[in-house]
Structure formats: structure tokens, C-alpha cells
């Protein structure tokens, strides 16, 4: 192959981006996914109805105690934990693409409504205000979700690792417990977002603890705990079989309401109940505006926490069951679901695991099983909330509590010390501000650290020096594997990651300081693990060359990928080092070292010259030549030069 051929198939190799427009009909059906799976319902439509009537059935049954304990949770009327569960589940139905996903209120979500709305009204002596400005932050969080979703900013997310994510969210559940201890020991207590002061709060008032309270609330968590963690003896098969399938709290909101009234304990014994909730259905209200300004940070935390909450299960279920996310289009679903939602007094609301999975496990087949709950609440609305009245709240505390339980993950900065002590580190840090400092700083601070930690990782990447394995052609690292060989006169340095602004120094000063010194000839870039290169790299690459030229030592490179290549070609980087210089693998680099070294040692026939840190060789008299690419007299083949292709 000559090179005019060669660069001409280098120019045509970088792969052309084109942008395909969707038609108007494809458009409305990925922001309307209803139009795709409605019409195909019909498909096996028995089993479809079925399973989405048990799930939405069995949801909406759950979504009744829930709704009422996460507005409690919120320092809302409870109320409006029904009416947050009414309107976004349904737009969450119309609009998103998983067909597990349960959308209403949850534990952190609400968490986060009451430490951050509490801080701008008292939920207390300014009610009114407390409750507009939470139904306001539902509409700024769905204007911020439906944003980004347009925008197609969902990846903003993968900001928030793994450990803030852990760390905050076993903080918020110890913050959500013990705030729902007041409820069930009947007591009165300073509202806080911090741990300790809830706990010192908690303790002070002990003496006045309601012993009749707080035995409804060991019940309730008695019989919760009893249907989540069945004996698992045989003779308690007849209750997995016919009671386990029953939602539990919904079961315990009965029975204790019915025993609460027929003793009238509210009045006999000091219980602390839900008192009057109002019925029927929400009607539309345009949100207090007024406002917004103030709850911008708080609505961008809900964003990151509830939609990273939400993809998490979701994601779970649609790799399960084989079927592909929308991550924008799920933003824009949740985005949607809490703007409708806010008109209708409405707070914040996202996903929720346990729902999700209740949902899942009950058999839902479609986004209709969502729809379907929806029923079962506006029955509640409609015509079940007085039922309500004689509720203990010592009950509903009892339901949060057993459900945030298991957040609380003691075991998981042990095993992320195994893995990362950074990430290990990272998890405590976030868990003691959220827990101890505030919700709000805690997660700011942690995704500071998160994306420092990115910079860091970054800037700081794994390199090695490679030898040769003996009798094969894989290149290791020295240090790792004692058996590889180095090659006299050669050095190989990988560098494993991408080479830009934030490591180009590092890969400059490791390259020069392993590669370019006295006894070495030839240096071999292995550029396997990099997939970038930018200005910054580039500087550092020229760098490298000229010290290189003045050292006498050729810099050849080995297993460029299409993207680094596109770019050095852009630049000319491929023509000012020579495109001889480049090879398909190490061992091809490797081997046309050791040819080039042999023409370098002989009888002086050929004539040497340094150009830009490449050293041009002329062979009169010699068979070898690197341009033809023949076959070197190792026992592998030399790869021929001149070839470069996108990996």
C-alpha cells in the first residue's frame, strides 16, 4: 500500500455524523408513550387487565395509609398525602416509560419538603402559607424535571455517586424514624432536621410518654414486621398463602381505626388521632408564586435525590423484564406529573421503591396499572375519609418507620472500604452532615465532594511500564507480572485513561521521567485505555516530542483508537511524527523497533536524520524497509506500518 492510497483512506476512515429528524408521528410517540402501548394492549389483553387490576388495586390500597403517613411526614394535613396521590400517578401513567414505576409521595421526598419549607413559613402558626409554598415547590421541581428532560440533561444526575447517594439517604431515613417517634410515644417535640437535637428533644419528653400510643405503635410495627418477615416454619404456611398477598398497612389502618373508635381512645386515653379530613377530590388552583425564589435550591436537591430514587428500581424492573428506559423522557414524565400535580394541592412526588416493587411483584403488566390505583384513591377522596378521623397518628408514625428502616444501610461504608477507601470515606462524610448539619448542605456539600473526587480520580490515573510476556505477543505490567520481559533500548508507557487538561501535566512528567533518558532508542505509546485527546494533551504531546528530539529517541505509538486519531489528524500530528511511526498493536511497535535499532547498528550504510523527534532511516543496501511492512525474522508477524484503523 503507498501512502497517497493510505491517506486517502485515513481522510474517509472518521465515521460521519448525521442527524435523522423524527417525523411528527414518531415525535408524539416518545413524549406520549400511551400511543404505543395502548394500542397494543390488546395483545394478550386478559392477562394485561388482570395483572394491571391486581396491581393498581393492590398500589392504590397502599397508597392510602402511605399517602396520609408521608403527609404527616411532610407536617402537612394529611389530606394532601391523598391528594398528591391522585393526579401525578395518573399523569406519570400518560407520559412515562416504565411499567412498574409508582409515582407519589415518599419518605425523603416529604422529608425534604418539611426541613426545607419549614426554614421560609412555621408549618404551625403559618400553615396556610407553609402549605402554599410546599404545593409551590412541586410545580418549580416539575418545571425543572420537564427542563431538563427537553434539554436532554438527564446524565446531570450521574453526578451524585453511589456513596452520597448511600450516605444520604441512610441519614435521611435515621432523620425520618426518629422524627416519627414523637407519634408513636404520644409525645410533643422540637421539630429539627438534625439527629441529635430530635433525639435530646425525644428524650426530654419521655416523661410524658402515652403508654396506650405507644403500645398501638408497637402493634402496628408488630404486625407489619410479622407480614414482611413471615416464620418461616411450615406451620405458618396457611398465613404466607392467604394473608401475606394482603397490603399489611392497609390492614393495620383498619384494625387499629376500628379499635381506636369503639374505645374512644382520642377522648378516654389522651391518643393522639388524625382528626376531620376533609373529602372529595382536589379542584384545580393556580400555586402561590410568590415564593419560587426561595425554594430553588431545595427544588434542585428534590431533582437529583427523587429522580436518582426513581431510575434506580425502575431501571431494575426494565432490565428484569427486557424492555429499554427513556431517561429524558422519564424526567419529563416526572416533571409533568408534579406541574399537573401542584394545580391540583399537590407536593413534591417521585417514584418510590417500595411501592414500585409492590406494584411489580402484584403484577403489573403496563403503565395502566398506575392509572388503575388512581381509582382507589378517588374512592378514599370520595368517599372514605371520615373513615379516617379516629385514626392514631401513633399508627401512621408506626408505617413510616418500618418503612424507612431498611435504608438505613450500617453495613455498606465496611464494604466500599474494601473496595475504595475514598468512597468509603465519602459515604460517612455525607451521612454526618446530613444527619447532623442539614439535609440541604449535606447534599450540596456531597456532590462538591462527588465531582472533586471525579477531578481527582481523573487527574490521578493508573500508568504503567509494559514488557513482553515470554512467548507470546501480550504486553503486561512490569510490576504486576515479574515474568514480562522489557526490550532492551525500548520503553512502553500506557497511560490508562483519557489525556486532557486535568492529567495532561501527569502524563507529560510520568511519559519523560519512565521513557526519555540515556540507553533508551525507541518509546512506545500504548494507547489502548484513551479515548480523547485535548489542547492541553496535545501541548503536553509536542512536549514530549521535542525532548525527545534532542534525547535521540523515537516516539512511536501503539493501539490509537478512531477518536484520538481523528483528532491528531485534524492537527497534523500524524504527519509531523511520520506516518510510520503509528502501529495496530505494541508487538508491531515492538517489532519495528528492533528492526530499525539493526539498520541503526550495522556497517554504516545508512544514514540516520532527526526530524521533529522522529528519526527518518535510510537503507540503501538493506531487504528491511518499514514502509513495505515485510516480515520481521521474530516468530510473530510485523505488523504493517503506515495502517491505522478506528478501534
Same mark, same amino acid.
Given at each position: 500500500?503507498?501512502?497517497?492510497?493510505?491517506?486517502?483512506?485515513?481522510?474517509?476512515?472518521?465515521?460521519?455524523?448525521?442527524?435523522?429528524?423524527?417525523?411528527?408521528?414518531?415525535?408524539?410517540?416518545?413524549?406520549?408513550?400511551?400511543?404505543?402501548?395502548?394500542?397494543?394492549?390488546?395483545?394478550?389483553?386478559?392477562?394485561? *387487565?388482570?395483572?394491571?387490576?391486581?396491581?393498581?388495586?393492590?398500589?392504590?390500597?397502599?397508597?392510602?395509609?402511605?399517602?396520609?403517613?408521608?403527609?404527616?411526614?411532610?407536617?402537612?394535613? #394529611?389530606?394532601?398525602?391523598?391528594?398528591?396521590?391522585?393526579?401525578?400517578?395518573?399523569?406519570?401513567?400518560?407520559?412515562?416509560?416504565?411499567?412498574?414505576? %409508582?409515582?407519589?409521595?415518599?419518605?425523603?421526598?416529604? *422529608?425534604?419538603?418539611?426541613?426545607?419549607?419549614?426554614?421560609?413559613?412555621?408549618?404551625?402558626?403559618?400553615?396556610?402559607?407553609?402549605?402554599?409554598?410546599?404545593?409551590?415547590? /412541586?410545580?418549580?421541581?416539575?418545571?425543572?424535571?420537564?427542563?431538563?428532560?427537553? *434539554?436532554?440533561?438527564?446524565?446531570?444526575?450521574?453526578?451524585?455517586?453511589?456513596?452520597?447517594?448511600?450516605?444520604?439517604?441512610?441519614?435521611?431515613?435515621?432523620?425520618?424514624?426518629?422524627?416519627?417517634?414523637?407519634?408513636?410515644?404520644?409525645?410533643?417535640?422540637?421539630?429539627?432536621?438534625?439527629?441529635?437535637?430530635?433525639?435530646?428533644?425525644?428524650?426530654?419528653?419521655?416523661?410524658?410518654?402515652?403508654?396506650?400510643?405507644?403500645?398501638?405503635?408497637?402493634?402496628?410495627?408488630?404486625?407489619?414486621?410479622?407480614?414482611?418477615?413471615?416464620?418461616?416454619?411450615?406451620?405458618?404456611?396457611?398465613?404466607?398463602?392467604?394473608?401475606?398477598?394482603?397490603?399489611?398497612?392497609?390492614?393495620?389502618?383498619?384494625?387499629?381505626?376500628?379499635?381506636?373508635?369503639?374505645?374512644?381512645?382520642?377522648?378516654?386515653?389522651?391518643?393522639?388521632?388524625?382528626?376531620?379530613?376533609?373529602?372529595?377530590?382536589?379542584?384545580?388552583?393556580?400555586?402561590?408564586?410568590?415564593?419560587?425564589?426561595?425554594?430553588?435550591?431545595?427544588?434542585?436537591?428534590?431533582?437529583?435525590?427523587?429522580?436518582?430514587?426513581?431510575?434506580?428500581?425502575?431501571?431494575?424492573?426494565?432490565?428484569?423484564?427486557?424492555?429499554?428506559?427513556?431517561?429524558?423522557?422519564?424526567?419529563? /414524565? *416526572?416533571?409533568?406529573?408534579?406541574?399537573?400535580?401542584?394545580?391540583?394541592?399537590?407536593?413534591?412526588?417521585?417514584?418510590?421503591?417500595?411501592?414500585?416493587?409492590?406494584?411489580?411483584?402484584?403484577?403489573?403488566?403496563?403503565?395502566?396499572?398506575?392509572?388503575?390505583? #388512581?381509582?382507589?384513591?378517588?374512592?378514599?377522596?370520595?368517599?372514605?375519609?371520615?373513615?379516617?378521623?379516629?385514626?392514631?397518628?401513633? #399508627?401512621?408514625?408506626?408505617?413510616?418507620?418500618?418503612?424507612?428502616?431498611?435504608?438505613?444501610?450500617?453495613?455498606?461504608?465496611?464494604?466500599?472500604?474494601?473496595?475504595?477507601?475514598?468512597?468509603?470515606?465519602?459515604?460517612?462524610?455525607?451521612?454526618?452532615?446530613?444527619?447532623?448539619?442539614?439535609?440541604?448542605?449535606?447534599?450540596?456539600?456531597?456532590?462538591?465532594?462527588?465531582?472533586?473526587?471525579?477531578?481527582?480520580?481523573?487527574?490521578?490515573?493508573?500508568?504503567?511500564?509494559?514488557?513482553?510476556?515470554?512467548?507470546?505477543?501480550?504486553?503486561?505490567?512490569?510490576?504486576?507480572?515479574?515474568?514480562?520481559?522489557?526490550?532492551?533500548?525500548?520503553?512502553?508507557?500506557?497511560?490508562?485513561?483519557?489525556?486532557?487538561? /486535568?492529567?495532561?501535566?501527569?502524563?507529560?512528567?510520568?511519559?519523560?521521567?519512565?521513557?526519555?533518558?540515556?540507553?533508551?532508542?525507541?518509546?512506545?505509546?500504548?494507547?489502548?485505555?484513551?479515548?480523547?485527546?485535548?489542547?492541553? !494533551?496535545?501541548?503536553?504531546?509536542?512536549?514530549?516530542?521535542?525532548?525527545?528530539?534532542?534525547?535521540?529517541?523515537?516516539?512511536?505509538?501503539?493501539?490509537?483508537?478512531?477518536? #484520538?486519531?481523528?483528532?491528531?489528524?485534524?492537527?497534523?500530528?500524524?504527519?509531523?511524527?511520520?506516518?510510520?511511526?503509528?502501529?495496530?498493536?505494541?508487538?508491531? !511497535?515492538?517489532?519495528?523497533?528492533?528492526?530499525?535499532?539493526?539498520?541503526?547498528?550495522?556497517?554504516?550504510?545508512?544514514?540516520?536524520?532527526?526530524?521533529?523527534?522522529?528519526?527518518?532511516?535510510?537503507?540503501?543496501?538493506?531487504?528491511? %524497509?518499514?514502509?513495505?511492512?515485510?516480515?520481521?525474522?521474530?516468530?510473530?508477524?510485523?505488523?504493517?506500518?503506515?495502517?491505522?484503523?478506528?478501534?
Amino acid at each position: 500500500m503507498n501512502e497517497s492510497t493510505h491517506q486517502e483512506k485515513f481522510e474517509d476512515v472518521a465515521p460521519k455524523k448525521t442527524m435523522k429528524v423524527p417525523s411528527f408521528s414518531a415525535f408524539m410517540h416518545i413524549i406520549l408513550p400511551i400511543l404505543t402501548w395502548l394500542p397494543n394492549y390488546k395483545n394478550g389483553w386478559k392477562d394485561k *387487565l388482570a395483572g394491571d387490576l391486581r396491581a393498581g388495586l393492590t398500589v392504590g390500597v397502599l397508597l392510602v395509609p402511605q399517602g396520609l403517613a408521608y403527609a404527616l411526614l411532610a407536617e402537612l394535613p #394529611v389530606e394532601y398525602g391523598l391528594f398528591s396521590a391522585f393526579m401525578p400517578p395518573l399523569v406519570y401513567g400518560l407520559l412515562g416509560s416504565s411499567r412498574e414505576m %409508582s409515582v407519589a409521595p415518599v419518605a425523603v421526598v416529604s *422529608l425534604l419538603t418539611s426541613s426545607g419549607v419549614s426554614q421560609i413559613y412555621d408549618p404551625v402558626n403559618e400553615q396556610a402559607k407553609y402549605i402554599g409554598a410546599a404545593i409551590a415547590l /412541586a410545580l418549580l421541581l416539575g418545571i425543572i424535571q420537564l427542563s431538563m428532560g427537553v *434539554l436532554r440533561l438527564g446524565f446531570i444526575v450521574n453526578f451524585l455517586s453511589h456513596p452520597v447517594l448511600s450516605g444520604f439517604t441512610s441519614a435521611s431515613a435515621l432523620i425520618i424514624g426518629l422524627s416519627q417517634l414523637k407519634h408513636v410515644f404520644g409525645i410533643n417535640t422540637e421539630r429539627s432536621p438534625h439527629v441529635h437535637e430530635v433525639l435530646e428533644s425525644t428524650v426530654l419528653e419521655l416523661k410524658h410518654i402515652n403508654y396506650v400510643s405507644f403500645g398501638i405503635g408497637l402493634g402496628t410495627m408488630a404486625i407489619l414486621l410479622l407480614w414482611k418477615y413471615p416464620p418461616s416454619s411450615p406451620k405458618f404456611a396457611w398465613f404466607k398463602k392467604y394473608f401475606k398477598p394482603f397490603p399489611s398497612a392497609m390492614l393495620v389502618v383498619i384494625l387499629m381505626t376500628v379499635i381506636s373508635s369503639q374505645l374512644d381512645l382520642n377522648a378516654n386515653d389522651g391518643v393522639k388521632v388524625v382528626g376531620t379530613v376533609p373529602g372529595g377530590l382536589p379542584s384545580p388552583e393556580a400555586p402561590e408564586v410568590g415564593d419560587l425564589g426561595k425554594l430553588i435550591v431545595l427544588a434542585l436537591t428534590i431533582t437529583i435525590i427523587s429522580y436518582m430514587e426513581s431510575m434506580a428500581i425502575a431501571k431494575v424492573y426494565a432490565d428484569d423484564r427486557g424492555y429499554k428506559l427513556d431517561y429524558n423522557q422519564e424526567l419529563m /414524565a *416526572l416533571g409533568a406529573a408534579n406541574i399537573v400535580g401542584s394545580i391540583f394541592l399537590s407536593f413534591p412526588t417521585t417514584g418510590g421503591f417500595s411501592r414500585t416493587a409492590v406494584n411489580a411483584n402484584a403484577g403489573a403488566k403496563t403503565q395502566a396499572a398506575g392509572i388503575f390505583g #388512581v381509582i382507589v384513591i378517588a374512592i378514599a377522596l370520595l368517599a372514605a375519609t371520615e373513615l379516617f378521623e379516629q385514626l392514631p397518628k401513633a #399508627v401512621l408514625g408506626a408505617i413510616v418507620i418500618i418503612a424507612v428502616a431498611p435504608l438505613v444501610n450500617i453495613m455498606e461504608p465496611i464494604r466500599l472500604w474494601k473496595v475504595d477507601k475514598m468512597e468509603s470515606i465519602l459515604l460517612v462524610i455525607t451521612f454526618a452532615l446530613t444527619a447532623f448539619v442539614g439535609v440541604e448542605i449535606g447534599v450540596g456539600v456531597s456532590v462538591a465532594l462527588s465531582v472533586l473526587v471525579i477531578v481527582w480520580n481523573a487527574s490521578r490515573p493508573h500508568y504503567t511500564l509494559e514488557g513482553r510476556l515470554p512467548g507470546t505477543t501480550i504486553y503486561r505490567n512490569v510490576k504486576r507480572y515479574e515474568e514480562a520481559e522489557e526490550i532492551d533500548g525500548v520503553k512502553i508507557f500506557r497511560f490508562d485513561a483519557n489525556v486532557f487538561f /486535568a492529567n495532561a501535566g501527569l502524563f507529560e512528567d510520568k511519559f519523560k521521567k519512565k521513557c526519555l533518558y540515556d540507553g533508551v532508542k525507541f518509546a512506545i505509546m500504548d494507547l489502548n485505555a484513551c479515548n480523547g485527546f485535548d489542547s492541553s !494533551a496535545l501541548h503536553a504531546l509536542h512536549l514530549i516530542l521535542h525532548d525527545a528530539e534532542h534525547k535521540g529517541i523515537t516516539i512511536l505509538v501503539a493501539n490509537m483508537k478512531g477518536p #484520538v486519531r481523528d483528532v491528531f489528524l485534524r492537527v497534523g500530528i500524524i504527519d509531523e511524527m511520520g506516518r510510520e511511526n503509528f502501529y495496530q498493536s505494541v508487538h508491531g !511497535a515492538v517489532l519495528a523497533a528492533q528492526e530499525r535499532m539493526k539498520a541503526l547498528g550495522d556497517d554504516g550504510n545508512e544514514k540516520t536524520t532527526a526530524n521533529n523527534g522522529v528519526v527518518t532511516i535510510n537503507m540503501e543496501n538493506k531487504a528491511f %524497509s518499514v514502509l513495505d511492512g515485510e516480515t520481521s525474522t521474530d516468530d510473530a508477524p510485523f505488523d504493517p506500518v503506515v495502517k491505522l484503523y478506528t478501534v
